[in-house]
């Protein structure tokens, strides 16, 4: 109980500090990162909710990359989320920009100068760019979209269908039913949002229907995957959308006696890294900024991190090299300095 009544405290405090942060503005500019996942939307759907329900404050929601994960796709159109694309907006038309799941100096968005940042709601460890009266960064918590539910209810607002649809699913997708880095604060925010829900949407977009390209990235992450002790590392090569990296390194976890997987992917000039550990103290966070040579490129959690490579400066040749030192720094950095790699799979008679 006591616990309750002081994050009910300091829900109500975070909310007061919105107001002043945004007390003289007039309209907002809510930024997630370039290829966002459901904890983004949803935070950031809930957000624009919030502001025009409690502050009268319009605002619109942007970013500058793909929605190519055929869930994420399905949760944006069952749930109406009206998300833009950044290059297509008048900046002059916002007084005031968010940062949604993510912080300034992350190499995820794209807002790398120019307008000035006002408000940061993020739940990943925070940056040394991080800094600054309107960080509201909260890394015990497994989801950005707890804090959103957490504002809601203090704020005691009427929960809109769509908008409680959005919160559950990102807070069930981010922590892996509520498996993966949950806080208790996690499962009371679902359990709080998930009966507002619709039901008939939660299922669209849990169960989407594939395209032939999943099929063929899935083939080929299955056939290239290779395996060392308890570990897994697969370079997929050209996918059709960076979103699929993540979701191989998921799938891949789940092989029995495997604690640790890494699987790349390239996409428009760049590596996509997605590294995944069934540690809960692995510090996947940490070992991903060795994998990545720009810290501000790379960043996640205890169990799940992600990073993204240039590659627009090297030859195809250079790329594969790149993955073969990615892999070995992978293994090194786990305690492996000589390793004897096999296929996942083998060709059956």
């Known amino acids: 109980m006591a616990n309750d009544i002081l994050q009910a405290d300091n829900s109500l405090n975070r909310l007061k500090k919105l107001s002043a942060i945004l007390s003289e503005r007039k309209r907002l500019l809510i930024v997630i990162h370039n290829h966002p996942d459901p904890d983004a939307l949803a935070s950031a759907f809930a957000l624009r909710y919030l502001l025009q329900a409690r502050f009268h404050l319009p605002s619109d929601i942007a970013y500058d990359g793909i929605i190519g994960r055929a869930e994420n796709a399905a949760m944006v159109r069952e749930l109406r989320i009206p998300v833009k694309r950044l290059r297509l907006l008048k900046l002059e038309r916002y007084d005031s920009v968010a940062l949604i799941d993510t912080q300034p100096g992350a190499g995820n968005h794209a807002m790398q100068g120019g307008m000035p940042i006002d408000l940061v709601i993020d739940h990943h460890p925070r940056r040394r760019t991080s800094s600054g009266s309107g960080m509201i960064i909260d890394p015990q918590v497994g989801s950005t979209a707890t804090l959103l539910v957490e504002w809601l209810l203090t704020a005691d607002l009427p929960l809109p269908t769509d908008v409680a649809s959005a919160l559950s699913y990102a807070i069930r997708s981010e922590t892996q039913d509520l498996g993966r880095e949950a806080s208790a604060r996690d499962i009371r925010a679902y359990l709080a949002i998930y009966p507002h829900a619709s039901m008939q949407k939660l299922s669209r977009i849990i169960n989407p ?19 060392y002790r308890h570990l897994i590392c697969a370079h997929i ?24 997987t890494l699987v790349t992917g390239r996409f428009h000039n760049s590596l996509y890294l997605s590294l995944r550990s069934s540690n809960t103290r692995a510090q996947a966070n940490k070992l991903i900024q060795h994998l990545v040579s720009r810290r501000e490129s790379a960043g996640g959690h ?38 004897e790699w096999k296929p996942l799979i083998t060709k059956t008679p």
């Open 209 to 227: 229907t594939l395209t032939t390209n999943y099929f063929i990235a899935l083939q080929c992450a299955l056939q290239r995957a290779q395996t």
């Open 302 to 339: 205890n169990q799940f991190a992600g990073g993204k490579i240039d590659l627009e400066m090297l030859t195809p040749a250079e790329i594969d090299q790149l993955e073969m030192k990615i892999r070995q720094i992978f293994a090194r950095r786990l305690g492996y300095k000589t390793t």
């Open 237 to 260: 090569g050209n996918v059709h959308t960076p979103e699929i990296v993540a979701e191989v390194a998921d799938l891949l976890l789940r092989h029995r006696k495997t604690s640790w």
